[in-house]
């Protein structure tokens, strides 16, 4: 083995050791960092580099998307939308068995384009679907899996903070990936309702029908959701349309949320100082592990160890296809026991040359674009899939008396989902490129 390969194994595993002795992510990384870093250079090196590089990273313009999308996030989930948008899902369909988990799955779709995070997601519809299915004897394990999975769509549509992160560690264009995000996160949410269908049909004592919601109450609903469905539209299509930068956007998504739910008393001083608290703390948690990972993968540029991987790879010609499902049969495996935003932060550095290196008869932004998506897709899969499944972890701890167990049966029929969607999008390349094509 080559030195620096052996000096690059030699950081991910004291990373991986640190991690998993429960350090904070960001510090393992900026420890392991510093540590390769002083061992190929010196100490003066890495003084003069940390001098400088943590203002310039955090002083970059594009980072401010992220603290927006999540206080947007933070604002329409106390402002009661994720409520407003389970109860008009529930009057379309909620009469029909599994109509109730089928409008989970919408309303989290919905509320994944003012909500950039999977987290926030699954602990809002947690809350605000929870009572409801078990109300109408919804089995306990279908119903946690069934909100676990819909959470994950808060990444999946756009506009998604694992995508803006990104798009800044690859410097891709982030209006793009979000263009590029929209066509899979659909083919996502139709997947996943057409599980719920056919489990229901197979077993109908999961899913018994809702009550019949009166002409009234299906009008209060659907006037309910009509101020959300806007703000999702104005994000969204203002980014797709080109009226708005990602983060004039996400800017205007606020000051909308913000708006909407004042004017309809669901927001009081109280929740806003409660989202500018949540807002801060994940950001800097966030921001800490961008540091890290800025360090970490100073080090490993040093090492080299990435280039020449990727030019080995390259030279021993193997399938394309064959190593980009290796990379992400390996994303899969790290997602399952890791944080998805350290997981991409630590792995972009040696798979991405990796990736751009191959010929997938796609430009260069192409196969950077669409390989963004493909690992968002695995960065979902690993969000339900066991033995950690952060997703599923958040709706159990909503619901205690719901072994974990029966959360994860719950998630296995949309887990083979997952694997149908992401193989269909590494078959066609289109499905994820269409709309940035038609629209740039």
């Known amino acids: 083995m080559a030195p620096e390969f052996a000096l690059a194994a030699t950081g991910f595993a004291v990373l991986l050791g640190l991690i998993a002795i429960r350090a904070p992510v960001g510090l393992a990384m900026l420890l392991v960092g510093m540590g390769g870093y002083v061992h190929i250079l010196d100490w003066a090196a890495l003084g003069n580099y940390l001098k400088t590089t943590p203002y310039h990273l955090f002083a970059n313009y594009t980072l401010s998307v992220i603290p927006l999308f999540i206080l947007m996030g933070a604002l329409a989930e106390r ?5 407003d948008l389970f109860a008009a899902a529930n009057a379309l369909i909620g009469r029909k068995p599994g109509g109730m988990a089928m409008g989970v799955i919408g309303a989290c779709a919905c509320f994944g384009a003012v909500c ?6 699954t602990a809002t519809f947690g809350r605000a679907a929870l009572p409801e299915l078990r109300r109408y004897n919804y089995d ?3 119903s ?4 676990a999975v819909g959470g994950t769509l808060g990444i999946l549509i756009p506009p998604s903070v694992i995508l803006v992160v990104y798009a800044i560690s690859t410097e891709q264009n982030i209006a793009k990936l979000f263009m590029a995000a929209l066509i899979p996160g659909l083919i996502a ?9 056919v489990l229901v049909r197979l077993k109908p004592h999961l899913a018994p029908p809702g009550a ?4 009234a109450e299906r009008r209060e609903a659907f006037l309910n959701v009509i101020p959300v469905l806007l703000i999702a539209v104005v994000v969204v299509g203002g980014i797709y349309g080109g009226i708005f930068t990602p983060t004039e956007s996400a800017a205007v998504g ?3 949320t913000l708006a909407v739910g004042v004017l309809r008393g669901t927001l009081r001083a109280r929740h806003i100082k409660e989202s500018l608290l949540a807002t801060a703390e994940t950001t800097a948690m966030i921001f800490a592990i961008l540091l890290g990972a800025e360090v970490f993968n100073a080090f490993l540029a040093l090492s080299q160890a990435p280039d020449l991987l ?8 193997f399938p394309p296809y064959g190593v980009l499902l290796l990379l992400l049969a390996a994303y899969i495996v790290l997602g399952a026991v890791m944080d998805e935003l350290a997981m991409i932060l630590l792995t972009l550095p040696v798979f991405f040359p990796v990736v751009t290196a191959l010929d997938f008869g796609l430009t260069t932004e192409e196969t950077a674009i669409w390989f963004g998506i493909l690992v968002l897709v695995v960065v979902g899969i690993g969000l339900t899939a066991p033995p950690i499944g952060l997703n599923v972890f958040v709706v159990s701890g909503l619901a205690r008396d719901v072994p974990i167990a029966r959360t994860y049966r719950g998630v296995l029929p949309f887990l083979g989902m997952d694997l149908i969607r992401l193989g269909l999008l590494v078959a066609f390349p289109a499905l994820s490129l269409w709309l940035v094509r038609a629209l740039s």
Do not use: K
Not at 144 to 147: K, L
């Open 116 to 121: 950039g995070s999977s987290v926030a997601t």
């Open 212 to 215: 019949v919601p009166s002409a």
């Open 254 to 256: 606020c000051i909308a």
């Open 310 to 317: 990727a030019m080995w790879i390259s030279e021993q010609d």
């Open 189 to 197: 949410t139709a997947l996943y309702i057409l599980a719920i269908a």
């Open 140 to 142: 306990a394990g279908f």
């Open 144 to 147: 946690t899996g069934t909100i």
């Open 79 to 83: 402002g009661g939308l994720a409520r």
